[in-house]
């Protein structure tokens, strides 16, 4: 059974419990934070992934690390004690803030800056969407020097190239004809 199709099946039934309980909310929070922290340990990914290090090493840990979050959060961490599953909790994380975003009718929008995405120019991309979405967007800011300036912007299956990479790469093509 590959990684993604079990991670989404976790994601699922930990959403169905904190939708029940009034949570889903706070425990995409949780799941932000879980992101965030194993994408930018390699240490932590390390230290989940390996076959050598006990799983009630891992849950402890894991139960320090994260030791603010909800109860629901916290059942995941021992569903994946008992499976022994712990390298598959960044998957699950990353799936439990899609499948929520798609239960509050939010979408998400992959923009990919050169630099830090600033708030003018969130603005501008805000302004691009609305053009082609009506549904409540959450950004996503992707940053990758490669572009050189402007940005692209992906929502859904549509994609809005205004990077200067682009627009180079046009420019080079018309003069090639």
């Known amino acids: 059974m590959n990684m993604s199709r079990a991670a989404i099946r976790y994601a699922k039934a930990i959403l169905d419990i904190a939708q029940t309980s009034g949570k889903a909310e706070a425990v995409n929070s949780d799941m932000k934070s879980i992101v965030n922290a194993v994408s930018e340990s390699s240490e932590l990914k ?12 891992k849950k402890s840990a894991l139960s320090e690390i994260f030791s603010n979050v909800q109860n629901e959060t916290n059942s995941l961490f021992h569903l994946l004690f ?41 603005i501008k991309v805000l302004a691009k969407i609305a053009e082609f979405s009506n549904k409540k967007i959450t950004i996503e800011n992707i940053v990758d020097p490669a572009i050189i300036g402007g940005f692209i912007l992906r929502v859904g299956d549509k994609q809005y190239n205004a990077s200067v990479a682009n627009k180079l790469g046009e420019l080079k093509r018309e003069f090639a004809n």
Do not use: C, W
């Open 82 to 122: 008992e499976n022994k599953r712990f390298e598959i909790l960044e998957a699950i994380a990353v799936q439990y803030n899609r499948l929520f975003d798609e239960s509050n009718g939010v979408e998400v929008a992959k923009v990919t800056t050169a630099f830090p995405i600033t708030p003018e120019l969130e």
């Open 46 to 57: 390390e230290f989940l992934a390996s076959p050598i290090i006990k799983m009630d090493v």
